[in-house]
């Protein structure tokens, strides 16, 4: 039996924890913030209750086997979407993604766009196919052992490699609203559909393959989950306590300091945390873990944040909602260029929970996500309270104008997301995805693991709980 220390109690952490205490282990969390969850975030304000983190659930089954692994039957209550996304395009086109898309698609935009995206939706298949086999369950810490791998002449023509999902968009859809759309998922990722592989193209797969999911009460509720099963297994869960420094002998980890200088022994470390933050901030003295961070420093997309509570409720909104702006090019230089800018005419996308659990009847909570740049591209105390009018004012031009319904706003910026999780510049999934490797889950030390959305195989939440199953596989069963 092994002791092991898991740094940070967000989804990854906790569910690695559970796997590694089902194998035998000993295994205790440090959390630094006062509640688990990372950046499965919840704000609770005068009975509205709202999610701050993913806003749609996925790949149910890889949630279900994690509970059935680590002692019993998934308690999620899971609310099926439909339509998973509801889609405004400038021209005034809605199209709904969801079950039988292709049939919707011909619906909306006319039996070629259809033909187009059942095309594409085969390539897609095969791309899917290629990365659960190879990429999204399996360790992948090299471009060699990526070159390695047994792929099929068929699966290395569906991924691409060198393809951009922008690219693959303009070469396969002749209608350019799915271009757009197909081009949103790179956002997924955090990155810039013009540069972020074309293998990507396996998150609609999943997402409309598999079906997009709700959990009742909030996405904050899988946390919950985890920490229940953390508490009937035995694990222990320390919140409100920092972790300064993870401790290394003879170039393996063998624990960690917390705030305070109080050292703690283990014969692992499990990080949930940022990967750069891991590299720079508490492996200082490692050369390797420095040439790593260095690799890590181009963030990925941050998210700026308003929270409305609104009287009443809004004709033809959907649990998922985007607007479209004209020129979605723009937004992307807007981010990735330097110095980089808040986007003028965002796309905008509402989360609004039909849930009496999260909002007071008669009344809405929206969540309201736009792009942004992280903190650090650019200041964002300077342009808070402006861009969230400006949001707000882009809402109103395309149809939407919910401020004289407004009971109030929060608003949470990418400087907020790093002060309250440690995630360098707020970057929502640590470095910008524009390659198919991220960071592995294999630290540059023995002994050191890393599990999380900044990590293999990605972020969203079936990903980061693969990467803990990729972990505990790798630690093995205690002896």
């Not at 052992?145 to 699966?155: H, I, N």
């Not at 990590?455 to 803990?468: D, E, T």
Request: glycine share 10%; aromatic share 6%; net charge neutral.
């Amino acid at each position: 039996m092994a002791s092991v220390i898991v740094v940070g109690a967000g989804v990854g952490g906790l569910a690695a924890a559970v796997r590694l205490r089902a194998a035998g282990h000993a295994v205790t969390v440090f959390e630094q913030a006062p509640v688990a969850g990372g950046k499965l975030g919840v704000h609770e304000r005068d009975g509205f209750r709202f999610d701050t983190g993913p806003s749609l659930f996925t790949l149910p089954q890889v949630a279900a086997e994690l509970f059935a692994a680590t002692g019993g039957p998934s308690p999620l209550d899971l609310v099926p979407l439909d339509p998973v996304v509801r889609h405004h395009f400038p021209d005034g086109t809605v199209l709904d993604s969801g079950p039988d898309f292709a049939d919707r698609i011909g619906a909306a935009l006319g039996a070629e766009a259809a033909a187009d995206w059942r095309r594409l939706w085969r390539r897609a298949a095969r791309v899917w196919e290629a990365s659960w086999q190879h990429v999204l369950t399996a360790p992948v810490d090299s471009p060699l052992r990526m070159a390695g791998l047994a792929w099929r002449l068929r699966d290395l023509a569906a991924i691409a490699p060198g393809r951009t999902l922008a690219g693959l968009a303009r070469t396969h859809l002749r209608d350019p609203r799915l271009r757009t759309l197909l081009a949103r998922y790179a956002t997924y990722t955090g990155a810039d559909p013009r540069r972020a592989p074309a293998a990507l193209l396996a998150i609609p797969y999943a997402e409309l393959a598999f079906g997009g999911w709700y959990l009742r009460g909030g996405l904050r509720t899988l946390a919950g989950a985890l920490l229940d099963r953390c508490a009937d297994l035995g694990v222990r869960v320390h919140t409100g306590t920092a972790v300064d420094r993870i401790l290394t002998a003879g170039n393996a980890a063998c624990g960690v300091r917390l705030a305070g200088g109080t050292d703690v022994p283990a014969d692992v470390v499990v990080a949930n945390a940022d990967a750069l933050h891991v590299y720079r901030d508490l492996l200082p003295a490692i050369p390797r873990a420095a040439a790593r961070a260095r690799r890590l420093e181009a963030r990925s997309l941050g998210g700026f944040v308003l929270l409305l509570g609104l009287r009443g409720r809004t004709p033809g909104l959907a649990h998922h909602t985007v607007w479209f702006p004209r020129d979605y090019d723009a937004e992307f230089d807007a981010i990735f260029d330097r110095p980089a800018r808040p986007v003028d005419d965002p796309t905008v996308f509402v989360t609004c929970a039909d849930d009496p659990a999260v909002r007071p009847e008669g009344h809405e909570g929206w969540f309201v996500l736009v792009n942004a740049a992280p903190q650090g591209a650019l200041d964002w105390a300077e342009h808070r309270d402006a861009y969230a009018s400006r949001v707000l004012e882009v809402l109103a031009a395309r149809g939407v104008d919910v401020r004289d319904r407004l009971l109030f706003q929060e608003v949470l910026t990418p400087a907020d997301l790093e002060a309250a999780t440690r995630t360098p510049g707020g970057a929502i999934y640590g470095t910008a995805s524009h390659g198919l490797l991220r960071p592995p889950n294999v630290g540059p030390v023995r002994g050191l693991y890393l599990v999380g959305g900044s990590v293999h195989p990605g972020g969203g939440l079936p990903l980061v709980m693969l990467s803990a199953k990729i972990v505990a596989d790798l630690i093995g069963p205690a002896r």
